[in-house]
């Protein structure tokens, strides 16, 4: 995919920079083997390569524990209201063009009250990259369910377990119109940066699943899936313009069912090689990326689809919202404020 344009308008950094560089003088108070550790190193790394003056990236974060992030990155940054965090980077993504934003956010502080904020800022493109770290599980009130955890799932606030559906994120981001969606994990660095680097290269909004292990309340949520020998068997690795197959020695793919029209996955035969799905993350229909959405059991997590999931062009709403400005100082001439808020229906109170 083309460079983001967009990206164009943030200023390049005038010198080198390194990993160093993006890390802030405050120490880093997670809870020892927190998988937001290995994110925060993979984000740290991977901002020198996108050449961008430090002080024109700013980090807006919600509130949970992915969303101390702010405070470890030396960028701009605000640690601000619970599920907030969309709204907010809307407004500052929208009035300071020249500004790469990036929102972190958690399960429970984007799916839970923050679920209107985040589902609106997908369906408008903002220009925003959102990491929404799922440990499924709440963290820093101590380990109450969360709207990612299992049906049955057993906690604090559950002791006889949970009895609500879980959301899958991926598939309430397709289906809120998102223009990119993707999913990785916080211990595989390489696939990490490699989903990071193509969310940043994307004009309009971005959001990136990051499946991260809360070592405390939660611990091996998501085990099936970094065990080696299990994960083989489990992820499915999608790439573009690629087979869509996984497992030892690629003997498992997917294909759709010419009965119902779903996907599952099957064995691969010579009988049925042809018809293994091709992964096109550029199909402007959203049918088949909420489709492989939907593979991974809640429970169990086979098959898990990571990768990204869909990466289509759209109008980003940034670009419109200035050309409409625009145009609306071309056709009126300077603006008039107080004239705008009087109104043209308008009464005068006498005494």
Not at 18 to 46: I, N
Not at 98 to 114: F, K, N, P, R, Y
Not at 164 to 188: K, M, Q, Y
Not at 337 to 345: I, P
């Amino acid at each position: 995919m083309p460079e983001n344009e967009l990206l164009q308008l943030v200023p390049k950094a005038e010198a080198k920079q390194s990993m160093k560089d993006f890390k802030s003088d405050q120490e880093v108070r997670w809870c020892p083997g927190c998988g937001d550790y290995a994110v925060l190193a993979a984000v740290q790394g991977f901002m020198p390569d996108l050449g961008l003056a430090k002080e024109n990236i700013v980090f807006i974060s919600g509130i949970g524990c992915s969303s101390r992030f702010p405070y470890y990155m030396n960028t701009y940054g605000m640690h601000s209201i619970h599920g907030r965090a969309p709204a907010i980077a809307t407004g500052l993504a929208t009035s300071r063009r020249d500004l790469s934003v990036w929102v972190v956010t958690g399960d429970g502080d984007a799916l839970s009250i923050g679920g209107n904020h985040l589902i609106h800022a997908l369906r408008r493109n903002v220009n925003l990259k959102i990491l929404l770290f799922n440990n499924r599980i709440y963290g820093l009130t101590k380990g109450q369910y969360s709207p990612t955890s299992e049906l049955g799932k057993i906690t604090k606030s559950t002791p006889m377990g949970s009895l609500d559906t879980p959301f899958n994120p991926v598939s309430l981001a397709i289906g809120a119109e998102a223009s990119f969606v993707a999913r990785t994990v916080d211990s595989d660095r390489k696939h990490l940066t490699s989903v990071l680097r193509a969310a940043a290269d994307h004009p309009g909004t971005a959001l990136v699943e990051i499946y991260q292990n809360c070592n405390i309340f939660n611990d091996g949520a998501f085990e099936v899936l970094k065990d080696k020998d299990q994960a083989q068997e489990a992820v499915i690795r999608l790439e573009h313009g690629q087979p869509i197959v996984f497992g030892a020695e690629g003997s498992k793919g997917v294909v759709r069912d010419s009965l119902t029209g779903d996907l599952k996955v099957v064995a691969v035969t010579e009988e049925n090689k042809s018809q293994i799905l091709v992964h096109d993350a550029h199909n402007p229909s959203p049918t088949t990326a909420f489709a492989l959405s939907r593979l991974a059991d809640a429970d169990t997590l086979h098959h898990t689809p990571i990768g990204v999931l869909r990466d289509v062009e759209r109008p980003v709403y940034d670009t419109l919202m200035a050309e409409q400005l625009d145009l609306a100082v071309e056709r009126s001439g300077k603006g008039d404020l107080a004239a705008l808020l009087a109104g043209n229906d308008n009464w005068t109170v006498v005494g």
